[in-house]
């Protein structure tokens, strides 16, 4: 058997080899690896192929709140900065970035360092991105035209007016009357450059239109400034600590009502009408809330006690006495009332017919005095003529005074049954012994 014998092909076959597997077989793996190689390329291209360059911006306008706080803390305000727009702005850096700035972007501010006081003063222009986008991309922003502007500077202050109401839009129904107008606040603290608030000489509440009011209302209404001549201003750096003020509008109807007098003082069953006097005014004209006045009949003045002032020739002033709720629409706050006694006479006589009445049940009450001396009495003459001591009384009444045990001076009225006429003026009295049962 030779011993280089080849291995027979009908042999069983070698086992297979095992396949190979790599890191790039990784699909993950393959896409960290473009994803980082596309940034290393455009950090390339950004550094060695992205030129510098600048662009020139239009800004509209210039943004004076910026770092205000460098002159209000100088108690400072601007009070006149100049008409400016179409601000030209040098934005350099790449080309890339800058290619996307608009005027949206950018704010344009004047430096503040320089203020120091009141007065006119010029700024310099500066500019800054609007947001933080830009930051990270070394872009330097140059204010071109104009470079810089001048502006007036004022002392702020404070000015504290009344609010006033103006209700020249307001129309009140007939039979009715605008009675009181109420604002609330009542006054108002503007804030501002003094040569503004100089010329602020008022602040208004303008009511909106309202037509035939006939009821009380509160309405809201803004506030105006307006200066010495009544025209509306509006300073531009002025402000007020309110902008609106509630008005309320006490509406009142109107009635005119005769006036009445109450005599007091005057003996019982006295007929009043026998009285002949005159007011200086028969009626008056006053305004209330409907619910009140529209019972009214009449109005009263002060009770006038004839028992002890009355007299020939003389002339009595009386209060208008108005019920809560109702004023004067005329503004009459008294009247003057004159007695025609041209058919009255005066006489004095001696009353010796005195009586207690109206005794408590546990006292008993002796008259000491004999007769009251020298009562007056006025009333017609011809009832006065034939009038005589007898016919006048002179009357404690005990249910009116307080009645004590021992001896007492009590207070009497003069009665005068026979006539309702004649009334008494004075005070008179009489002595009586009080005892207790």
Not at 229 to 258: F, K
Not at 379 to 408: F, H, M, R, W, Y
Not at 409 to 419: E, R, W, Y
Request: charged share 20%; proline share 5%.
């Amino acid at each position: 058997m030779p011993l280089n014998k080849k291995p027979d092909p009908a042999a069983a076959p070698a086992p297979e080899e095992k396949s190979k597997h790599g890191i790039w077989d990784i699909p993950l793996v393959r896409i960290i690896v473009a994803v980082f190689c596309a940034i290393i390329t455009w950090f390339v291209v950004t550094m060695y192929f992205d030129q510098e360059g600048n662009v020139t911006v239009m800004v509209d306008e210039i943004s004076y709140t910026y770092q205000a706080s460098t002159y209000t803390s100088l108690g400072l305000d601007l009070v006149e900065t100049p008409q400016t727009g179409n601000i030209s702005v040098r934005v350099e850096g790449s080309t890339t970035v800058i290619g996307n700035i608009t005027g949206s972007d950018i704010m344009v501010y004047p430096r503040y360092s320089t203020v120091r006081g009141a007065g006119e003063v010029t700024l310099d222009l500066a500019a800054r991105f609007v947001s933080s986008d830009y930051d990270n991309f070394n872009i330097d922003l140059t204010v071109e035209n104009p470079t810089n502007i001048t502006v007036v500077f004022d002392e702020v202050s404070e000015k504290v007016l009344p609010v006033t109401a103006d209700t020249s839009q307001i129309e009140i129904a007939d039979g009715f009357s605008l009675n009181r107008v109420s604002p609330v606040p009542a006054e108002v603290t503007l804030t501002g450059p003094t040569s503004e608030l100089e010329q602020v000489a008022s602040v208004a509440a303008v009511v909106p239109e309202q037509s035939r009011l006939n009821d009380s209302v509160t309405l809201e209404a803004p506030l105006e400034m307006r200066d010495a001549n009544g025209d509306v201003i509006t300073p531009e750096y002025t402000t007020m600590d309110a902008e609106t003020a509630d008005v309320a509008l006490t509406v009142l109807q109107v009635r005119e009502l005769p006036l009445a007098v109450d005599f007091i003082g005057l003996p019982t069953g006295f007929d009043v009408s026998s009285l002949h006097y005159t007011l200086d005014r028969e009626t008056l004209r006053v305004a209330g809330p409907a619910r009140i006045i529209g019972d009214l009949t009449e109005l009263s003045v002060a009770s006038l006690d004839l028992g002890q002032s009355f007299a020939f020739g003389r002339d009595y002033q009386l209060r208008v006495e108005l019920p809560e709720g109702i004023v004067s629409q005329d503004g009459v706050t008294t009247v003057t009332l004159t007695f025609d006694t041209s058919d009255m006479d005066t006489t004095t006589l001696n009353v010796s017919n005195i009586r207690v009445i109206n005794i408590p049940s546990d006292v008993d009450v002796e008259v000491m005095t004999n007769r009251v001396s020298d009562v007056v009495l006025y009333g017609p003459a011809d009832e006065l003529a034939n009038l005589s001591a007898d016919s006048v009384l002179a009357q404690v009444d005990c249910q009116s005074i307080s009645v004590t045990a021992g001896q007492q001076t009590l207070p009497v009225s003069i009665q005068i049954p026979s006539s309702g006429h004649i009334f008494a003026v004075g005070n008179y009295s009489v002595q009586c012994q009080v005892t207790t049962r």
